[in-house]
């Protein structure tokens, strides 16, 4: 590939979205993008979207599987509310994402499949790339396809095959329109592709190819530069949220000296958690993929009564499923951690969409009085620190504990400082080695003597001499762990398994609000992946020189110690979820103040934009003489 000879203008940011069929391979597309994007040193945020059918209708608005990046010169929070870039590799792919674009977006059309037959299947009546409904728009329609066969024609493949390489003639000119590099690309081709020669090499030539169109081309008069953005020294990489929850589970064995035992079953989006882990048999990481759901979380708590640091993973729909054997976790007081990588629902729901609305769920999705303690964490890289908290209350406490993570988190990806694992702190996992000090005859064993700070009962795993006790579902005494129906020992149980849970608080920090002029009189409190878009669309109300807080929280059960004197002291607060108001709900219930929800169950994560609306609306219904009824929202998209 020659040198760019054509001009580059600077710009700071930029979001494109990648789109077509769901064989086009749109994710691989966007996936090698921001790789490239991450090393040259950007930040960034993505957001994959697929149809939740392994191979939906071919050329169908059901069938569109598409990958958006947002990548800039400083730090950013969200994949973005518009791209400024859309490349469809058919209708349907233009039809399912035009009405997400402003007018001066550039929109790049393979127009080979314009055909009047693929047209009806994406709702056309007419062609859109002659009847002047794209005329808002910088429109480069090209034959993607057409050009990617030429350029591959002396690879002997037929033109299916060759047609196949589409995505990267694409993914090379807008390599080029972004000046991306290219190395990396060209390595991952050579090793993915190493064992078909001709399907290697014929890729390869239409990604230089796509490179040499865009700066040959008059159809691009430019190409844009995006510099890196000023990030704190260390080594960095780009991770999904599910790949930073499986480096955290396995660091949380490291800190604890504990083989991590996986008990899973396949189920989206939680599926890549099982395949990450089970790379990793080298850091004494066992994965087991059971034949379902129960099976999974049985052989997990097994394990952990075994000694080892049980773990199973699912969504929604597999929560349901392994409510009973949670609740005999609880029974046990043995660690377990439960991850719950949510997805629209009810039943099946959206298995490919995001949601935040298993969190009564977590809460009480069991029978009896089974509580246990609740995480979120609120971006793809934060997965990693809340999946190594989970494990350190979970041993620390002898409580299963649900960590809620969603299908944006898990798989979207941003920039991640790799940690000094090092320097984490350790955690005492504090197994049982003989009798307890206050046994009554100072050598019998007590599997319900607690701990007085934590509340925690001995880990006692199987095989040692003098330690041995009952385990089961049926209530046990205090102390002695012996079957007990008594009334007076079963409320006492019940109290000090809720105590045990309350004592979490106490290890956990007090939240920070982000109030900078300390003058706001409307509190946002979010929870989980709401993070990026709230702060997004807090920065744009600031913007304005308008005052408003933000807090977010992290544990949600039991809750920070200072969050209801937080709560109270502001006059407005405000809980954008993806439910229908869950949080809020639990927040009036335990402290009895007035939270306003705004909530979507659309399957998408809030825009910043939208946000920005919301909270814009909210301040003005609060102090109407100070923040005008109507202000423009555009005018801070850069903040995003």
Not at 26 to 44: I, K, P
Not at 327 to 334: K, R, T
Request: hydrophobic fraction near 40%; proline fraction near 7%; charged fraction near 20%.
């Amino acid at each position: 590939m020659s040198s760019n000879a054509k001009p580059v203008e600077k710009i700071d940011r930029v979001v494109i979205r990648f789109a077509g069929d769901s064989g086009d391979g749109m994710q691989l597309t966007g996936d090698r993008f921001t790789q490239e994007t991450a090393a040259f040193g950007n930040d960034l945020s993505t957001m994959p979207n697929f149809p939740a059918e392994i191979r939906a209708p071919a050329g169908t608005i059901p069938g569109v599987s598409s990958f958006q990046l947002h990548f800039a010169n400083r730090d950013i929070l969200t994949p973005g509310d518009h791209p400024h870039v859309l490349v469809a590799m058919n209708p349907a792919a233009l039809k399912a994402n035009i009405a997400d674009l402003r007018p001066g977006a550039t929109v790049i059309v393979d127009t080979h499949d314009f055909t009047k037959r693929n047209l009806a299947k994406a709702g056309y009546a007419a062609d859109p790339l002659d009847d002047g409904s794209l005329a808002s728009f910088n429109l480069h329609a090209i034959d993607l396809t057409g050009l990617t066969v030429a350029s591959v024609k002396d690879f002997g493949l037929s033109r299916k095959d060759a047609a196949r390489s589409k995505n990267m003639f694409a993914l090379g000119l807008l390599s080029w329109m972004y000046g991306r590099p290219v190395e990396g690309t060209l390595a991952y081709i050579a090793s993915k592709f190493a064992k078909a020669p001709a399907i290697r090499d014929a890729n390869i030539a239409a990604f230089k190819a796509g490179w040499n169109f865009g700066e040959t081309t008059e159809a691009f008069a430019v190409s844009y530069e995006i510099e890196p953005a000023e990030v704190a020294a260390g080594r960095y990489r780009n991770i999904t949220g599910n790949t930073a929850l499986s480096y955290g589970l396995i660091a949380a064995g490291h800190l604890s000296g504990l083989p991590v035992f996986l008990g899973a079953y396949p189920i989206t989006p939680a599926s890549d958690i099982l395949h990450e882990l089970s790379k990793h048999k080298r850091f004494g990481v066992t994965t087991f993929q059971a034949e379902d759901e129960i099976a999974g979380i049985g052989a997990a708590l097994g394990a952990s009564f075994g000694g080892h640091l049980g773990v199973t993973s699912t969504s929604g729909p597999g929560v349901a499923l392994k409510a009973e054997a949670m609740g005999l976790a609880v029974m046990l007081e043995l660690p377990l951690v439960v991850v719950d990588v949510q997805r629209g629902g009810p039943s099946t729901g959206l298995p490919t969409k995001t949601e935040q609305a298993d969190l009564l769920l977590a809460m009480f999705g069991r029978n009896g009085e089974a509580p246990l303690p609740v995480i979120a964490p609120q971006s793809p890289t934060d997965c990693f620190d809340a999946a190594v908290d989970a494990a350190r209350i979970a041993i620390t406490y002898r409580t299963p504990v649900m960590l809620l993570s969603d299908g944006y988190l898990a798989n979207g990806s941003e920039p991640w400082r790799l940690p000094d694992v090092d320097g984490l702190p350790r955690i005492d996992p504090g197994f049982a080695t003989g009798a307890n000090d206050e046994s009554t005859d100072g050598a019998t064993f007590l599997p319900y003597k607690r701990d007085p700070q934590t509340l925690a009962r001995p880990w006692a795993p199987p095989g040692v001499a003098g330690l041995e006790h009952r385990i089961g579902g049926i209530e046990k005494a205090d102390l002695t762990g012996e079957i007990s129906y008594d009334p007076a020992n079963h409320d006492f149980m019940v109290r000090t398994r809720q105590a045990k849970v309350d004592a979490v608080a106490d290890s956990i920090p007090d939240l920070i609000v982000d109030d900078p002029s300390g003058k706001a009189q409307m509190l946002v409190v979010g929870w989980g992946s709401t993070y990026g878009p709230i702060a997004a669309g807090v920065r744009r109300v600031r913007a304005h020189g308008l005052d408003i807080a933000q807090v977010h929280v992290r544990h949600l059960n039991p809750f920070p110690n200072n969050l209801g004197t937080i709560l109270a002291s502001y006059d407005k607060v405000l809980v954008p979820e993806m439910n229908l108001g869950q949080l809020s709900l639990l927040l009036r219930a335990k402290y009895l103040v007035n939270a306003e929800g705004y909530n979507t169950v659309s399957g998408m994560p809030f825009g910043a934009e939208e946000l920005e609306r919301v909270f814009l609306d909210a301040l003005h219904e609060l102090t109407p003489d100070d923040v005008p009824a109507e202000i423009p929202t555009t005018l801070q998209e850069s903040l995003s």
